[in-house]
């Protein structure tokens, strides 16, 4: 239950969002647009079959549903999106991206989101799985300062979710109810006004310790758009280049995802998180083929401090349900300044940003991935800066780019990357890197192995074949790195070499299997999955299977959707799973409600069952119900029972 002292508090929030509901209401006449429930599921596959053989983390999962999430809020307009937004799309190569483009300005604009099989590389199958995330407006001559009316996107939602854990004998006393509740409200004009906040109280932690009372974190955000100019105050986070400095937000496609294409710029958080973002101001600002940019943040995150008063074990993970982690919350305030300025010509774009970072006036003992290097311990601050490029032929095919980067510790790095994308027949790339001793950044998501940047170099060979018949495009690629460990004084190398392939068969033309796999020494993971869609009924059937150094695991996923209409949806699950070794465990992505993240770890021995209902009770409001129950026969993690429950109301 929910303490009696944070009832008018709950209350009172609920009250300003239905009022500031209400004053939009008024303004917007504008017709429903589809918003089918049928449409994820290409979504929710294409991110558990990479999460499962090791090529997203459990963070690029949760960004990746979060951006599905924020895309369906405000869905793409195929005839004003940037090329920079179509990037985030991770079904999206550059090859099609480019001829996108190119189709757009030749034909200056769609007209119908059925003109998009015109375009060169972009298939039937693929339009259907974008579907729900892009739309089709008329061109507007001129836009108001805060944008149409008739094109905003409002939308309220409550979640209120309640677990329960047995028979776990080392179980840790939790601070709070093990009960979760999350307010938040969005309104959005296309490329003019983007509004957004949000409060969460999450599983386990307190409603009231201390001091404290409320939601145990906030995000809100405002940006305005007007014709060349961009200001964000708020929650934002900044990706530029290769990632060497600035690249907040693993996803869309860090290294894991085998595709290094970041969305650059600045971009409002528009869900809730707790983790990679800056909290400040941000501008923008296009002249001709320049763009500007500058950004300051100020914000606390979580750290300890040692008995010499340096912060240690820095952390951005929003969990405090035990003693040790709310000591910690929010110890330690992280500055940072930056900008940026770019030149952009068709075929060529050329920048130089930098950034500098500091913890006001406190020192890092040992920096977060630093491998013990002694040349950087008592951290207090850092600049960097970098120079990136990107250079495409004419016909789009032949693409390089790359980054080169110097911090203050003087220490320099730099991460290359060539293509040559054929789009119907084969696309190759190889990317090349070096991290050099003492390189260190805190943003820093470059395509390395390492947590941040720090003492590698490595290679990734990918090939795509996009075979005839019913083989669908199949992936092939080899990554090789090594790096180097300054810990205890030794420089210690440690190297290492995967492989992998993923690929599709279409047996008829209601089912498909596809493989994903990826090994290396000692290790070796895999899933089976095979679909088939009779229309209202989608039955899914995996194997998922995990070898590590010392044991191996395995699991069989059974999943069933029925859609027996655009209003309702059910989604049934079934998992069966043996992972003994932590090197060996397994993940899933069970059927979630939307604005609740992350991916199921299945580890022990045991059974999930679960179920989720989807229903539209009208044009605007719809509710989703889950309950999830995990069975563990082994005592290495609790048996746990979840039960959650949203409203959403959205207007057009």
Not at 46 to 67: C, D, K, M, P, W
Not at 206 to 233: I, K
Not at 626 to 652: C, G, I, M, N
Request: one cysteine or more.
């Amino acid at each position: 239950m929910i303490p009696h002292v944070i009832t008018p508090f709950i209350r009172s929030s609920v009250a300003l969002l239905l009022l500031g509901l209400s004053a939009l209401l008024s303004s917007l006449q504008a017709q429903t647009p589809t918003d089918s429930l049928r449409s994820d599921g290409g979504w929710e596959a294409f991110i558990e079959s990479q999460l499962q053989v090791g090529l997203l983390t459990e963070e690029e999962a949760h960004e990746a549903a979060a951006l599905y999430d924020e895309l369906r809020r405000a869905p793409l307009d195929i005839n004003s999106v940037r090329e920079e937004e179509l990037r985030r799309l991770p079904m999206l190569s550059d090859y099609q991206i480019y001829q996108f483009v190119r189709y757009r300005t030749d034909h200056q604009a769609f007209h119908e989101l059925s003109e998009l099989k015109l375009v060169p590389g972009w298939s039937l199958s693929l339009i259907a799985l974008l579907r729900p995330v892009i739309v089709c407006r008329p061109i507007a001559e001129e836009r108001p300062l805060l944008g149409n009316t008739l094109e905003a996107t409002h939308e309220a939602r409550i979640f209120y979710g309640k677990r329960s854990s047995t028979g776990f004998a080392s179980k840790k006393p939790l601070l709070g109810s093990e009960d979760a509740l999350r307010l938040s409200y969005s309104y959005a004009t296309p490329h003019s006004l983007s509004l957004f906040i949000a409060g969460e109280k999450d599983y386990g932690e307190p409603w009231r310790r201390g001091a404290h009372r409320g939601f145990d974190a906030y995000s809100l955000h405002a940006q305005l758009e007007h014709r060349a100019l961009t200001l964000v105050l708020g929650d934002y986070r900044v990706a530029r280049g290769s990632g060497l400095i600035l690249s907040q937000g693993a996803f869309p496609l860090s290294f894991l995802s085998l595709t290094p294409r970041q969305g650059t710029g600045v971009r409002p958080v528009r869900s809730m998180t707790e983790s990679d973002f800056s909290r400040g101001a941000a501008g923008m600002l296009r002249v001709g083929s320049c763009r500007l940019g500058l950004f300051a943040s100020h914000r606390r995150i979580d750290a300890h401090r040692s008995d010499e008063g340096l912060l240690t074990a820095l952390s951005e993970t929003g969990l405090h349900t035990t003693e040790v982690a709310w000591a910690a919350r929010r110890q330690a305030l992280t500055r940072l300044y930056g900008g940026w300025i770019e030149y952009r010509a068709p075929d060529l774009e050329l920048s130089l940003q930098g950034m500098y970072q500091d913890w006001k006036g406190d020192r890092l003992r040992h920096p977060p991935g630093s491998q013990g290097d002694a040349t950087l311990e008592g951290l207090q601050s850092y600049a960097a800066w970098s120079f990136s490029y990107r250079y495409q032929t004419l016909r789009g095919h032949l693409r390089l780019s790359g980054e080169a980067a110097y911090t203050s510790r003087s220490a320099w790095a730099f991460i290359q990357h060539l293509s040559h994308l054929q789009g119907s027949r084969a696309d190759f790339r190889l990317s090349l890197w070096h991290i050099g001793a003492h390189y260190w950044t805190y943003y820093g998501r470059a395509g390395t192995h390492a947590l941040r940047p720090h003492s590698e170099d490595g290679g990734r060979l990918q090939l795509q074949l996009t075979p005839f018949s019913s083989l669908g495009p199949t992936l092939l690629y080899l990554d090789a790195y090594r790096a180097y460990s300054q810990r205890l004084g030794d420089n210690v190398a440690h190297s290492a070499v995967s492989y992998g392939l993923m690929t599709s068969l279409q047996i008829e033309r209601e089912a498909s299997l596809r493989l994903h796999y990826r090994g290396r020494k000692d290790s070796h993971r895999f899933k089976l999955e095979g679909a088939y869609d009779l229309g209202p009924w989608q039955p899914r059937l995996a194997l998922l299977y995990a070898r590590g150094a010392a044991s191996s695991g395995w699991a069989v996923q059974g999943r069933l959707r029925w859609a027996p209409s655009e209003r309702l949806q059910l989604d049934l699950l079934a998992d069966a799973f043996d992972a003994s070794s932590w090197d060996s465990r397994l993940y899933t992505l069970t059927p979630m409600l939307r604005g609740e993240y992350g991916a199921t770890l299945l580890y022990g021995k045991g059974a999930v069952l679960g179920g989720r209902m989807r229903y539209r009770l009208s044009s605007h409001w719809q509710i989703e119900g889950r309950v999830q129950h995990e069975h563990q026969q082994r005592d290495v993690r609790p048996t746990k029972t979840l039960f959650a429950l949203s409203l959403r109301y959205r207007e057009w």
